[in-house]
């Protein structure tokens, strides 16, 4: 099989998930007047839930019996009966917003993708099933996510059956890497901590070289890292600094992000370049001279900054409320690496492993 760069499949973040929830009275009343407007301007069509039936069956062979979740100005929200995970959006008109549902391979009886699936399966992993599918099919991507969890081995593959990723934990990096990974987890920490940082995962793109992704975790403080294979560069640096400071309800969180959201508001675009400059040099060696920088429109990136230079790859970080920087990223090759995706979850005792092509 040909190695591909592996995109992680973002649905489930586009929406929230409290969006799920049973309706208040009034949003049984919207729903129904949306639903009632819908019949009215063409009685012959399909109700959503109706559709959204329709479409798991297509998807896994099985008819469910639905429940009505939240329903918004623009999208109606269903979820199947006793499992609170599921994502089943429709819009007022009727058409798929997302879909998003786990279910267990062997409660699969059909569906567009469980040929293809258990026949590529079986090629790569022989003797082997998948043990969990994830489903997902939007306005935004079509694909499905299959995984073994206890052998930690993950493949994702598109509407039309083509698998565009595969994934299973390293055992570990080539010495050069792992040499280049002990002086950058000592520089990151201030000489502080030495060792500790564990390899997490592997990526494998297409014609590239690889990069390998360090993870620590701490009472203090979490550190990511990643580093290319043959260049030894440094791809992205993410220090969290912790202060054990927690909340003890979602009002005091609200009034904590408000807070927090006004200070960076006040943060110029002159004060972020001139810091991002100097800390960008410190944690990735990078040099953003020259590069143009561009902040978070929306509420959720909003600590967010794209830099971007003529015939240089585009850089993302992240700030803190005091206008400092904790997290770098080098998107390479015209490609955006995504470093915060790809681990799947086993049994409550297996730790979270990262997967390669």
Do not use: C
């Not at 040909?2 to 929830?21: D, E, M, R, T, Y």
């Not at 059909?110 to 258990?118: A, E």
């Not at 290319?228 to 440094?234: H, K, R, S, Y």
């Amino acid at each position: 099989m040909n190695k591909k760069i592996i995109f992680p499949i973002v649905g489930a973040a586009l929406l929230s998930g409290s969006l799920l929830g049973f309706d208040t009275p009034n949003q049984f009343n919207a729903y129904n007047n949306v639903n009632s407007n819908i019949e009215q301007g063409a009685k012959s069509e399909q109700t959503p839930m109706q559709k959204a039936q329709d479409k798991l069956k297509e998807l896994t062979g099985n008819t469910y019996t639905l429940i009505q979740g939240t329903t918004t100005k623009d999208t109606i929200h269903f979820k199947r009966e006793k499992i609170k995970d599921d994502i089943i959006a429709y819009n007022a008109n009727g058409k798929l917003e997302t879909i998003s549902i786990k279910i267990n391979y062997e409660d699969l009886n059909g569906g567009k993708y469980q040929t293809k699936l258990k026949e590529t399966w079986e090629a790569l992993f022989p003797g082997e099933e998948p043990k969990y599918v994830n489903i997902s099919e939007s306005i935004y991507y079509e694909g499905t996510i299959s995984s073994n969890a206890m052998q930690n081995k993950q493949m994702y593959m598109q509407e039309n059956g083509s698998i565009y990723g595969v994934n299973y934990a390293p055992d570990e990096a080539p010495a050069s890497v792992q040499k280049k990974a002990a002086q950058v987890f000592s520089k990151l920490t201030d000489g502080k901590v030495k060792q500790g940082a564990e390899l997490d995962r592997m990526y494998v793109r297409d014609g590239k070289p690889n990069v390998y992704q360090y993870k620590y975790k701490s009472i203090t403080m979490d550190v990511i890292f990643s580093i290319e294979e043959q260049t030894l560069e440094l791809l992205q640096a993410d220090v969290y600094h912790k202060d054990g400071k927690g909340v003890d309800n979602y009002e005091e969180f609200q009034k904590r992000e408000k807070e927090i959201s006004a200070k960076m508001k006040k943060l110029t675009l002159d004060t972020l370049m001139k810091n991002a400059m100097k800390d960008a040099k410190n944690m990735l060696d990078l040099d953003l001279k020259g590069y143009k920088g561009a902040r978070g429109t929306n509420a959720w990136d909003e600590d967010h900054m794209t830099f971007t230079k003529e015939g240089a790859p585009s850089v993302t970080a992240r700030f803190n409320k005091d206008g400092s920087f904790s997290s770098f990223t080098i998107d390479k090759y015209n490609q955006t690496i995504d470093f915060s995706g790809m681990t799947i979850a086993g049994p409550p005792n297996e730790e979270l492993k990262l997967l390669i092509d």
